[in-house]
């Protein structure tokens, strides 16, 4: 069971052209807190966390987080969790019922890796829950996210401020296929 309804959890690993998205490993555990204490990963996300507090904590199973792999190793996460009233920041119940994050390490940044696993990530969501739209909440200012959410084919719902600049949200309706 997910926090999106019932389903087997974790699903088989996904094999996309160069990545695989598979739960994480306690192999991750490095990689996780070199992506979560990272300044440059966390430019347009209030900031980093602070790698002491990363490395007190025991990682466990978090069902819709996906690690991306690429030749073994982790580059990255991409996750799609409930997005409802209970959801922290900004929410519009009445668009979507689930809500799509990544990150990936800035050593792969640039190399389509970030579509590439979101693409995966929202196939696999779509055929667990047919009928169901995603979200997607980014800064303005990141350029980078602007252009993936357009190429996953989101479309803007609204602007918003919050944490002192300007946010977007969108959604990426059930019917519209992930090229």
Not at 35 to 48: K, W
Not at 130 to 158: I, Y
């Amino acid at each position: 069971m997910t926090e999106l309804g019932p389903v087997a959890w974790p699903p088989a690993p996904i094999r996309t052209e160069r990545l695989v998205l598979r739960e994480p490993e306690a192999r991750d555990r490095a990689a996780f807190i070199d992506l979560l204490a990272s300044p440059e990963v966390h430019t347009y996300l209030g900031g980093p966390r602070p790698r002491d507090e990363l490395e007190r904590e025991v990682p466990g199973r978090r069902p819709g987080l996906f690690v991306i792999e690429l030749g073994g190793a982790m580059i990255g996460m991409v996750k799609l969790v409930r997005h409802d009233a209970e959801s922290p920041g900004h929410v519009r119940p009445d668009v979507g019922e689930a809500e799509i994050g990544y990150l990936l390490l800035p050593q792969v940044w640039g190399r389509g890796f970030a579509a590439e696993a979101c693409a995966a990530a929202l196939d696999w969501f779509a055929d667990e829950f047919p009928g169901r739209s995603v979200v997607l909440r980014t800064q303005t200012a990141n350029e980078r996210s602007m252009r993936l959410a357009a190429k996953l084919g989101f479309t803007e719902v609204e602007r918003f401020e919050a944490y002192g600049a300007e946010q977007w949200f969108g959604v990426r309706s059930a019917l519209t296929p992930s090229d």
